[in-house]
């Protein structure tokens, strides 16, 4: 079992920078990968960011490349997702998953098998 808590969402302006933070435990959290989504009013969740274990390789949602920055610090047990230049489209309550089954994708809601409850982003125009 993976439990997953996400935080540092809330309310910013247009062109703004939040944090998320989504912090993991029970399992070794260095053996999975680690996704972040979103999911819009009347939306279907989508794919946001992802990273391997290891770090090494990372994963972007073309709509927030160059923008948003995917990181993880194993020592912590938490992964982050940096994002810089937002955007009022960028509004979503936004979920981190973890991917333990070692799936060669992990960028498709179907490759996670743990979820956080989300965390709400508003940017305001």
């Known amino acids: 079992q993976v439990q997953l808590v996400e935080s540092g969402g809330g309310l910013v302006q247009a062109g703004g920078s939040l944090r998320l933070s989504c912090a993991a435990s029970g399992r070794t959290f260095s053996n999975y990968a680690m996704g972040w989504f979103r999911q819009a009013p009347g939306k279907e969740r989508e794919f946001v960011a992802a990273i391997r274990w290891s770090g090494a390789n990372t994963y972007y949602a073309d709509s927030v490349k160059g923008r948003f920055t995917i990181s993880r610090d194993n020592a912590k047990n938490t992964v982050y997702l940096q994002m810089n230049s937002l955007k009022p489209e960028d509004t979503a309550v936004y979920y981190c998953?973890?991917?333990?089954?070692?799936?060669?994708?992990?960028?498709?809601?179907?490759?996670?098998?743990?979820w956080g409850q989300g965390t709400q982003v508003t940017v305001s125009s």
């Open positions: 998953a973890a991917e333990t089954l070692g799936s060669s994708s992990i960028t498709r809601i179907r490759d996670y098998n743990y």
